[in-house]
Protein backbone atom coordinates (compact mmCIF):
# COMPACT_ATOMS: atom_id res chain seq x y z
CA UNK A 1 0.00 0.00 0.00
CA UNK A 2 1.47 3.22 -0.80
CA UNK A 3 1.33 5.73 1.62
CA UNK A 4 -0.19 9.42 1.69
CA UNK A 5 2.16 11.64 -0.62
CA UNK A 6 3.97 14.08 1.24
CA UNK A 7 7.38 15.56 2.11
CA UNK A 8 9.58 13.15 3.73
CA UNK A 9 7.21 10.32 3.09
CA UNK A 10 7.92 6.90 1.25
CA UNK A 11 6.29 5.38 -1.26
CA UNK A 12 6.03 2.09 -0.49
CA UNK A 13 4.90 -0.40 -3.30
CA UNK A 14 2.41 -3.19 -3.09
CA UNK A 15 3.66 -6.80 -3.66
CA UNK A 16 1.91 -6.98 -6.48
CA UNK A 17 3.89 -4.10 -8.34
CA UNK A 18 7.08 -5.71 -6.97
CA UNK A 19 5.93 -9.35 -8.56
CA UNK A 20 4.56 -7.51 -11.78
CA UNK A 21 7.85 -5.42 -12.23
CA UNK A 22 9.80 -8.45 -11.50
CA UNK A 23 7.94 -10.43 -14.44
CA UNK A 24 8.25 -7.30 -16.52
CA UNK A 25 12.21 -7.26 -16.37
CA UNK A 26 12.92 -11.30 -16.11
CA UNK A 27 10.30 -11.59 -19.70
CA UNK A 28 12.23 -8.53 -21.01
CA UNK A 29 15.44 -10.15 -19.87
CA UNK A 30 14.66 -13.82 -21.50
CA UNK A 31 13.55 -13.21 -24.78
CA UNK A 32 17.00 -13.90 -26.27
CA UNK A 33 17.51 -17.45 -24.74
CA UNK A 34 13.88 -17.74 -25.45
CA UNK A 35 14.18 -17.90 -29.19
CA UNK A 36 17.67 -20.14 -28.11
CA UNK A 37 15.43 -22.89 -26.31
CA UNK A 38 12.57 -22.63 -28.63
CA UNK A 39 10.33 -21.46 -26.02
CA UNK A 40 7.76 -19.45 -28.61
CA UNK A 41 5.14 -21.25 -30.40
CA UNK A 42 2.43 -20.13 -33.27
CA UNK A 43 -0.94 -20.39 -33.21
CA UNK A 44 -3.14 -20.48 -35.89
CA UNK A 45 -6.76 -18.94 -36.43
CA UNK A 46 -8.62 -19.59 -39.39
CA UNK A 47 -10.06 -16.56 -41.86
CA UNK A 48 -13.72 -17.66 -42.89
CA UNK A 49 -15.02 -16.55 -46.61
CA UNK A 50 -18.51 -15.36 -46.83
CA UNK A 51 -19.05 -19.02 -47.72
CA UNK A 52 -17.81 -20.68 -44.64
CA UNK A 53 -14.80 -22.32 -46.14
CA UNK A 54 -11.14 -21.62 -44.42
CA UNK A 55 -9.42 -19.12 -46.81
CA UNK A 56 -6.66 -18.47 -44.36
CA UNK A 57 -5.06 -18.22 -41.04
CA UNK A 58 -3.71 -15.56 -38.32
CA UNK A 59 -0.27 -17.01 -37.36
CA UNK A 60 -0.36 -15.54 -33.37
CA UNK A 61 2.47 -15.77 -31.23
CA UNK A 62 2.63 -17.57 -27.63
CA UNK A 63 5.32 -17.57 -25.39
CA UNK A 64 5.63 -21.21 -23.19
CA UNK A 65 7.18 -19.66 -20.46
CA UNK A 66 9.21 -22.60 -17.74
CA UNK A 67 8.07 -20.87 -14.63
CA UNK A 68 5.07 -18.65 -15.95
CA UNK A 69 3.57 -20.62 -18.68
CA UNK A 70 1.21 -19.66 -21.40
CA UNK A 71 2.44 -15.82 -21.72
CA UNK A 72 0.33 -14.07 -24.33
CA UNK A 73 1.34 -11.12 -26.57
CA UNK A 74 -0.42 -8.52 -25.13
CA UNK A 75 1.96 -8.86 -22.44
CA UNK A 76 4.98 -9.81 -24.12
CA UNK A 77 4.93 -7.61 -27.32
CA UNK A 78 5.31 -4.49 -25.74
CA UNK A 79 7.70 -5.73 -24.00
CA UNK A 80 9.87 -6.44 -26.56
CA UNK A 81 9.23 -3.48 -28.53
CA UNK A 82 10.40 -1.63 -25.76
CA UNK A 83 13.85 -3.82 -25.08
CA UNK A 84 14.25 -3.27 -28.98
CA UNK A 85 14.01 -7.22 -29.15
CA UNK A 86 10.70 -7.53 -31.77
CA UNK A 87 12.53 -7.48 -34.88
CA UNK A 88 14.16 -11.38 -33.83
CA UNK A 89 10.75 -12.25 -32.43
CA UNK A 90 9.22 -11.08 -36.29
CA UNK A 91 12.18 -12.86 -37.81
CA UNK A 92 11.47 -16.24 -35.69
CA UNK A 93 8.17 -15.67 -36.70
CA UNK A 94 8.31 -15.60 -40.06
CA UNK A 95 10.56 -18.18 -40.53
CA UNK A 96 8.76 -21.02 -38.07
CA UNK A 97 5.63 -20.21 -40.56
CA UNK A 98 7.90 -21.02 -43.88
CA UNK A 99 8.89 -24.01 -42.05
CA UNK A 100 5.27 -25.02 -40.96
CA UNK A 101 3.80 -24.01 -44.38
CA UNK A 102 4.07 -27.40 -46.32
CA UNK A 103 2.01 -29.03 -43.21
CA UNK A 104 -0.56 -25.83 -43.68
CA UNK A 105 -1.04 -26.75 -47.44
CA UNK A 106 -1.97 -30.22 -46.80
CA UNK A 107 -4.66 -29.34 -43.92
CA UNK A 108 -6.00 -26.33 -46.08
CA UNK A 109 -7.55 -27.53 -49.50
CA UNK A 110 -8.26 -24.17 -50.71
CA UNK A 111 -5.75 -21.37 -52.29
CA UNK A 112 -4.68 -18.99 -48.58
CA UNK A 113 -2.63 -17.12 -47.23
CA UNK A 114 -1.09 -16.80 -43.84
CA UNK A 115 -0.93 -13.47 -41.87
CA UNK A 116 1.34 -12.28 -39.77
CA UNK A 117 1.82 -8.74 -37.83
CA UNK A 118 4.27 -6.67 -37.82
CA UNK A 119 4.57 -3.86 -34.88
CA UNK A 120 5.33 -0.45 -36.08
CA UNK A 121 9.23 -1.26 -34.42
CA UNK A 122 9.61 -3.38 -37.26
CA UNK A 123 8.99 -0.79 -39.62
CA UNK A 124 11.65 1.36 -38.44
CA UNK A 125 14.31 -1.45 -39.01
CA UNK A 126 15.32 -0.80 -42.86
CA UNK A 127 16.91 -4.84 -43.86
CA UNK A 128 13.41 -6.80 -42.92
CA UNK A 129 12.39 -6.62 -46.43
CA UNK A 130 15.64 -8.55 -47.26
CA UNK A 131 15.48 -10.68 -44.45
CA UNK A 132 12.24 -12.29 -45.51
CA UNK A 133 12.92 -12.42 -48.95
CA UNK A 134 15.95 -14.36 -47.88
CA UNK A 135 13.57 -16.28 -45.80
CA UNK A 136 10.91 -16.84 -48.83
CA UNK A 137 14.07 -18.34 -50.91
CA UNK A 138 15.93 -20.84 -48.62
CA UNK A 139 12.26 -22.33 -47.64
CA UNK A 140 11.16 -21.72 -51.29
CA UNK A 141 7.57 -20.54 -50.44
CA UNK A 142 5.75 -18.39 -52.63
CA UNK A 143 5.07 -14.82 -51.53
CA UNK A 144 1.87 -15.34 -51.92
CA UNK A 145 1.28 -17.29 -49.27
CA UNK A 146 1.49 -14.49 -47.21
CA UNK A 147 0.12 -11.34 -45.74
CA UNK A 148 1.03 -9.07 -43.49
CA UNK A 149 -1.33 -7.23 -40.94
CA UNK A 150 0.10 -3.71 -39.52
CA UNK A 151 -2.30 -1.10 -37.30
CA UNK A 152 -3.05 1.98 -38.74
CA UNK A 153 -0.84 4.11 -36.88
CA UNK A 154 2.09 1.48 -37.02
CA UNK A 155 2.25 1.88 -40.75
CA UNK A 156 1.74 6.26 -40.47
CA UNK A 157 3.86 6.89 -37.13
CA UNK A 158 6.43 5.24 -39.95
CA UNK A 159 4.71 6.40 -43.11
CA UNK A 160 7.78 6.71 -45.77
CA UNK A 161 9.69 3.60 -44.37
CA UNK A 162 6.32 1.97 -44.35
CA UNK A 163 5.10 2.53 -47.49
CA UNK A 164 8.03 1.63 -49.56
CA UNK A 165 8.27 -1.00 -47.57
CA UNK A 166 5.00 -2.20 -48.19
CA UNK A 167 4.95 -1.86 -51.90
CA UNK A 168 7.94 -4.09 -52.04
CA UNK A 169 6.09 -6.67 -50.51
CA UNK A 170 3.38 -5.84 -52.52
CA UNK A 171 4.75 -6.43 -55.53
CA UNK A 172 6.06 -9.76 -54.57
CA UNK A 173 2.98 -11.18 -54.19
CA UNK A 174 2.39 -10.50 -50.08
CA UNK A 175 -1.08 -8.88 -49.06
CA UNK A 176 -1.33 -6.38 -46.61
CA UNK A 177 -4.13 -5.64 -44.14
CA UNK A 178 -4.76 -2.72 -42.15
CA UNK A 179 -5.72 -4.14 -38.74
CA UNK A 180 -7.99 -2.91 -35.54
CA UNK A 181 -9.45 -0.68 -38.47
CA UNK A 182 -11.48 2.09 -37.06
CA UNK A 183 -9.85 2.44 -33.72
CA UNK A 184 -6.52 4.39 -34.34
CA UNK A 185 -6.42 7.64 -36.47
CA UNK A 186 -9.84 10.09 -36.87
CA UNK A 187 -8.37 11.60 -40.51
CA UNK A 188 -9.39 8.97 -43.45
CA UNK A 189 -7.31 11.19 -46.16
CA UNK A 190 -4.60 8.48 -45.47
CA UNK A 191 -6.12 6.43 -47.24
CA UNK A 192 -5.34 7.00 -50.36
CA UNK A 193 -1.93 7.13 -50.20
CA UNK A 194 -1.48 3.46 -48.51
CA UNK A 195 -0.27 0.38 -49.93
CA UNK A 196 -3.08 -2.11 -48.64
CA UNK A 197 -5.28 -4.84 -49.95
CA UNK A 198 -7.62 -5.10 -46.57
CA UNK A 199 -9.26 -3.42 -43.88
CA UNK A 200 -9.84 -5.73 -40.46
CA UNK A 201 -12.67 -4.00 -38.57
CA UNK A 202 -11.92 -4.03 -34.93
CA UNK A 203 -13.12 -6.44 -32.79
CA UNK A 204 -14.42 -3.40 -30.83
CA UNK A 205 -17.33 -2.99 -33.08
CA UNK A 206 -18.26 -6.25 -33.29
CA UNK A 207 -18.67 -7.22 -30.14
CA UNK A 208 -21.08 -4.53 -29.59
CA UNK A 209 -23.10 -4.96 -32.75
CA UNK A 210 -26.29 -6.51 -30.88
CA UNK A 211 -25.95 -4.06 -28.26
CA UNK A 212 -25.60 -0.54 -30.32
CA UNK A 213 -27.07 0.97 -32.98
CA UNK A 214 -23.96 3.20 -34.00
CA UNK A 215 -21.90 0.24 -33.70
CA UNK A 216 -23.56 -1.49 -36.50
CA UNK A 217 -23.77 1.95 -38.38
CA UNK A 218 -20.33 2.10 -37.70
CA UNK A 219 -19.31 -1.30 -39.24
CA UNK A 220 -21.76 -0.48 -42.27
CA UNK A 221 -19.73 2.44 -43.16
CA UNK A 222 -16.68 0.74 -42.84
CA UNK A 223 -17.64 -2.18 -45.24
CA UNK A 224 -18.95 0.23 -47.74
CA UNK A 225 -16.00 2.66 -47.39
CA UNK A 226 -13.91 -0.69 -48.03
CA UNK A 227 -15.99 -1.50 -51.17
CA UNK A 228 -15.68 1.71 -52.45
CA UNK A 229 -12.14 1.59 -52.51
CA UNK A 230 -11.77 -1.92 -53.68
CA UNK A 231 -10.61 -3.60 -50.59
CA UNK A 232 -11.24 -6.92 -49.02
CA UNK A 233 -12.95 -6.50 -45.64
CA UNK A 234 -12.63 -8.68 -43.23
CA UNK A 235 -14.19 -8.61 -39.82
CA UNK A 236 -12.75 -9.90 -36.00
CA UNK A 237 -13.94 -11.32 -33.27
CA UNK A 238 -16.82 -12.78 -34.27
CA UNK A 239 -18.64 -14.95 -31.23
CA UNK A 240 -22.08 -15.13 -32.23
CA UNK A 241 -23.78 -16.50 -35.32
CA UNK A 242 -25.96 -13.44 -35.48
CA UNK A 243 -22.57 -11.32 -35.63
CA UNK A 244 -21.32 -13.56 -38.42
CA UNK A 245 -25.01 -12.93 -40.12
CA UNK A 246 -25.09 -9.01 -40.06
CA UNK A 247 -22.08 -9.04 -41.64
CA UNK A 248 -22.55 -11.26 -44.47
CA UNK A 249 -25.97 -9.33 -45.49
CA UNK A 250 -23.49 -6.02 -45.30
CA UNK A 251 -20.87 -7.08 -47.74
CA UNK A 252 -18.43 -8.51 -45.24
CA UNK A 253 -15.53 -10.72 -47.25
CA UNK A 254 -13.90 -12.22 -44.64
CA UNK A 255 -14.50 -12.88 -40.72
CA UNK A 256 -12.39 -14.28 -37.53
CA UNK A 257 -13.38 -15.49 -34.28
CA UNK A 258 -13.99 -17.77 -31.40
CA UNK A 259 -17.25 -18.75 -33.43
CA UNK A 260 -15.18 -20.92 -35.27
CA UNK A 261 -11.65 -21.53 -33.70
CA UNK A 262 -9.51 -19.97 -31.25
CA UNK A 263 -6.42 -19.20 -32.49
CA UNK A 264 -4.68 -23.32 -32.36
CA UNK A 265 -1.38 -25.03 -32.90
CA UNK A 266 -0.34 -26.60 -35.99
CA UNK A 267 -1.41 -29.93 -34.41
CA UNK A 268 -4.33 -28.88 -33.36
CA UNK A 269 -5.75 -27.44 -36.91
CA UNK A 270 -6.83 -30.91 -38.05
CA UNK A 271 -9.50 -30.82 -35.97
CA UNK A 272 -10.98 -27.91 -37.60
CA UNK A 273 -13.94 -28.17 -39.66
CA UNK A 274 -13.77 -27.90 -43.72
CA UNK A 275 -16.76 -25.52 -43.64
CA UNK A 276 -18.55 -23.03 -41.59
CA UNK A 277 -21.55 -22.49 -43.40
CA UNK A 278 -24.16 -24.23 -41.15
CA UNK A 279 -23.87 -21.07 -38.85
CA UNK A 280 -25.72 -18.77 -41.20
CA UNK A 281 -29.03 -20.76 -41.12
CA UNK A 282 -29.06 -19.09 -37.90
CA UNK A 283 -32.10 -16.86 -37.83
CA UNK A 284 -31.82 -14.81 -34.88
CA UNK A 285 -30.88 -11.18 -36.01
CA UNK A 286 -30.63 -7.73 -34.19
CA UNK A 287 -32.07 -5.13 -36.36
P1 LIG B 1 -4.61 -8.82 -33.36
O1 LIG B 1 -3.63 -8.98 -34.46
O2 LIG B 1 -5.69 -7.81 -33.53
O3 LIG B 1 -5.19 -10.28 -33.11
C1 LIG B 1 -6.49 -10.57 -32.70
C2 LIG B 1 -6.54 -10.98 -31.25
O4 LIG B 1 -7.91 -11.22 -30.91
C3 LIG B 1 -5.82 -12.29 -30.91
O5 LIG B 1 -5.34 -12.18 -29.57
C4 LIG B 1 -6.94 -13.31 -30.99
O6 LIG B 1 -6.70 -14.47 -30.22
C5 LIG B 1 -8.08 -12.52 -30.41
N1 LIG B 1 -9.37 -13.01 -30.88
C6 LIG B 1 -9.67 -13.58 -32.07
N2 LIG B 1 -10.96 -13.88 -32.15
C7 LIG B 1 -11.53 -13.50 -30.98
C8 LIG B 1 -12.87 -13.55 -30.46
O7 LIG B 1 -13.81 -14.03 -31.10
N3 LIG B 1 -13.05 -13.04 -29.22
C9 LIG B 1 -12.04 -12.51 -28.49
N4 LIG B 1 -12.30 -12.04 -27.28
N5 LIG B 1 -10.77 -12.44 -28.96
C10 LIG B 1 -10.53 -12.93 -30.18
P2 LIG B 1 -3.84 -12.56 -29.18
O8 LIG B 1 -3.39 -13.79 -29.91
O9 LIG B 1 -3.73 -12.53 -27.71
O10 LIG B 1 -3.00 -11.35 -29.80
C11 LIG B 1 -3.16 -10.04 -29.33
C12 LIG B 1 -2.37 -9.06 -30.17
O11 LIG B 1 -0.98 -9.29 -30.04
C13 LIG B 1 -2.67 -9.16 -31.65
O12 LIG B 1 -3.85 -8.46 -31.98
C14 LIG B 1 -1.42 -8.53 -32.25
O13 LIG B 1 -1.53 -7.13 -32.22
C15 LIG B 1 -0.36 -8.94 -31.25
N6 LIG B 1 0.39 -10.09 -31.79
C16 LIG B 1 0.07 -11.41 -31.80
N7 LIG B 1 1.04 -12.15 -32.40
C17 LIG B 1 1.99 -11.26 -32.80
C18 LIG B 1 3.25 -11.40 -33.49
O14 LIG B 1 3.69 -12.48 -33.90
N8 LIG B 1 3.96 -10.23 -33.70
C19 LIG B 1 3.49 -9.01 -33.29
N9 LIG B 1 4.24 -7.92 -33.54
N10 LIG B 1 2.32 -8.87 -32.65
C20 LIG B 1 1.58 -9.97 -32.41
MG1 LIG C 1 -3.78 -9.14 -36.44
MG1 LIG D 1 -6.75 -7.01 -34.94
MG1 LIG E 1 -6.21 -6.17 -31.91
Avoid at 27 to 34: E, K, R, T, V
Avoid at 60 to 89: C, D, K, N, T
Avoid at 249 to 270: A, M, N, R
Wanted: hydrophobic content about 35%; overall charge negative.
Amino acid sequence: RSKAKGRGTHTLFTVDMVESYKRKMSLANSIDSAIRHDEFRVYYQPKISKHGAVIGLEALIRWEHPEYGMVMPGEFVPIAEQGGRISSITQWMIERVCMELPDLQMLVDNKFRVAINLSGHDLRHTDLFNDIYELFERYKVHPEYFEFEVTESSYLENFDTADKFFKRLSNMGCAIALDDFGTGYSSLSYLTQITIDTLKIDRQFICELESSERSRMVTGSIIDLAKRLALTVCAEGIEQPSQWRYLNEHGCDHVQGFLFSKPVPLSKLIELPKNFSHFLDDTTSFE
